[in-house]
């Protein structure tokens, strides 16, 4: 791990960025049809920080904004940054419950809420702990009386003095992970800084890129990879309310992208109903990313064939920002490439000895990025260790340091005594021609207390049945590792954040739905002998 590059707050980073391209589109937003400049949002930010100011709102006091993804959303979290203060982002996207669950633990003095977005979602909460102010359009010519643009309008544009630590918390992001209820992680301004200049370090970011985000801004992923690196670096962020099948290849085209956000997701996506798109066709693109979620060595294969476009993949968390990256010039498939710049990585067996190269062990990361705690009830935190945070994460490192994603220790299946990894399974299942999509998880059984059962979703006019599937397995798995069931599904399911909804895929088996799929193609079920026979 080097650092290699000394902390510098948000305040000044804007400042700089103003000065030096106050001219240049820092944000297009292309569902808005307009777009920023470096020296317009630094002045839309120093407005925020003297409105906050004025509200008395000091570092570490929280801001939550509600909003989809847009100018003034961007604006607002790079002026709370600005202050000093810290930035809860949420997406409205978010159910109601969630939001109404979020507020009651973060306790934020304000809530600034975008009103064209809850025009459209009634249900969501607009008022709980904390002031409750709406906002509209950053540079439109009125509003309401009670719009903050509004009332910005007559602030300061000067640079004002920020009032942040290095210490002192900047974000509030929730994570969705495989949990029902949001867990909420409290992030350093300092933290954040090297979670972001990491990311500019390996994927070699600079001014002249033009990144695609159409991610959730409230996710920490696209506030390093492409928020976080066009304020480092001057690069220009275009914005999309959200991903679109059908014009993802045309906004890579018309805006000229260097660096699109990807997630295994919309891969999969795109290689369900492929286009007619080549690498020849988008002459800027250099990559596109690929994490949040693991990405098959098939999938990813079939996409460089059939697109020629260069996957980048990498692997992060809430607490720890982007862990592990691979270099663009140096990608290795099947890897999440080397540890990233800022991040001390190893890997501990059961009994905290560190793994050698190809023993699988369980992910431990520190260093200067690590996340200050979870939110505890009531505005509070619970610390997060500093010397060695265990990420749940099964893998190892091969001898030229790249790291391999094998599972995730919370996800093994313990089935009669003996550990099974459910990634291990899909990945085989993806093998397959005729497998779109797969998920395996644990099941409760009556004799070996969990048992394996994976769902499929078929490639569309694939005629591929449950028991071939399961024969597939056989002759690829040990006896005890091939599924108790294989379900035919329409498509799996997932979270808002496409990580597989394993939840709901447990309650359909605990359900006995597994008779009768959802496309109604039935269930095929396997006999095989205990791991231990």
């Known amino acids: 791990m080097t650092l290699g590059c000394a902390y510098t707050d948000v305040n000044t980073l804007l400042n700089g960025l103003g000065a030096r391209h106050p001219a240049k589109t820092f944000i297009e937003s292309i569902h808005q049809g307009k777009g920023i400049s470096c020296d317009e949002l630094n002045r839309a930010c120093n407005r925020v920080a003297q409105f906050l100011k004025d509200r008395r709102v000091r570092a570490n006091d929280r801001v939550t904004i509600l909003s989809e993804n847009s100018l003034e959303a961007l604006i607002l979290f790079f002026g709370v940054l600005k202050h000093g203060a810290a930035v809860n982002p949420l997406n409205v996207e978010e159910t109601g419950q969630n939001i ?12 600034l809420w975008q009103r064209a977005a809850f025009a459209e979602r009634p249900d969501l909460p607009t008022a709980g702990p904390g002031t409750s102010i709406p906002f509209g359009d950053w540079d439109a010519a009125d509003g309401p009386g009670d719009d903050l643009f509004r009332a910005l309008r007559g602030l300061p544009e000067g640079p ?24 909420g992680v409290l992030i350093s301004h300092a933290a954040y800084f090297y979670m972001v200049r990491e990311v500019v370090e390996r994927w070699e970011i600079g001014p002249d890129d033009r990144i695609l985000e159409y991610r959730a801004y409230g996710w920490e992923s696209p506030q390093i990879l492409s928020i976080g690196s066009a304020h480092h ?19 890579l085209q018309r805006y000229r992208i260097t660096v699109a956000a990807g997630v295994p997701t919309v891969i999969n996506m795109l290689l369900a109903r492929p286009l007619e798109v080549g690498k020849a066709d988008l002459p800027h693109l250099r990559f596109i990313t690929s994490s949040t979620a693991p990405l098959s060595r098939e999938k990813h294969e079939e996409f460089e064939r059939r697109y020629g476009i ?22 290795r498939i099947g890897s999440v490439g080397l540890p990233m710049p800022h991040t001390a990585l190893r890997f501990v067996d059961g009994s905290g000895r560190v793994c050698g190269p190809g023993e699988e062990g369980e992910m431990v990361v520190s260093g200067p990025k690590l996340a200050a705690g979870y939110v505890a009830p009531q505005g509070g935190m619970t610390p997060i260790p500093q010397d060695g945070f265990p990420t749940g994460d099964l893998g ?26 459910p990634m291990e399974i899909t990945n085989v299942l993806l093998q397959h021609a005729g ?7 644990g099941v409760p059984d009556e004799i070996y207390g969990e048992d394996v059962v994976s769902f499929v979703a078929r490639r569309e006019g694939a005629r591929v049945t449950a028991e071939e599937l399961l024969e597939h397995c056989r002759r690829r798995l ?48 396997s006999s095989r002998p205990s791991p231990q026979s």
């Open 100 to 111: 109404r669950h979020i507020l009651e633990d973060v306790r934020p003095r304000l809530v």
């Open 160 to 183: 004002p003095a920020s009032g942040a630590r290095p210490d002192d918390i900047g974000l509030v992001d929730f994570s969705s992970g495989t949990s029902s209820k949001p867990k």
């Open 233 to 251: 670096t001057g690069a220009t962020l275009v914005l999309a309310r959200k991903f679109s099948q059908s014009h993802f290849f045309e906004w």
């Open 310 to 331: 260069p996957i980048v993949q990498g692997c992060g968390m809430t607490e720890a920002g982007f862990m592990a990256g691979n270099p663009p010039g140096r990608r």
């Open 396 to 421: 190892y490192r091969d001898v030229d340091g790249f790291v391999y994603i094998t599972g995730r220790k919370k996800d093994l299946i313990i089935r009669g005594g003996v550990n099974v990894s």
């Open 435 to 441: 497998v779109h999509e797969a998920a395996t998880v």
């Open 478 to 525: 040990a006896v005890f590792k091939v599924p108790k069931a294989v379900i035919l599904l329409q498509a799996i399911p997932k979270n808002d954040r496409g990580k597989v909804a394993k939840g709901e895929l447990i309650e359909l088996w605990v359900q006995r739905a597994p008779s009768v799929d959802a496309a109604g193609a039935g269930l095929t079920q």
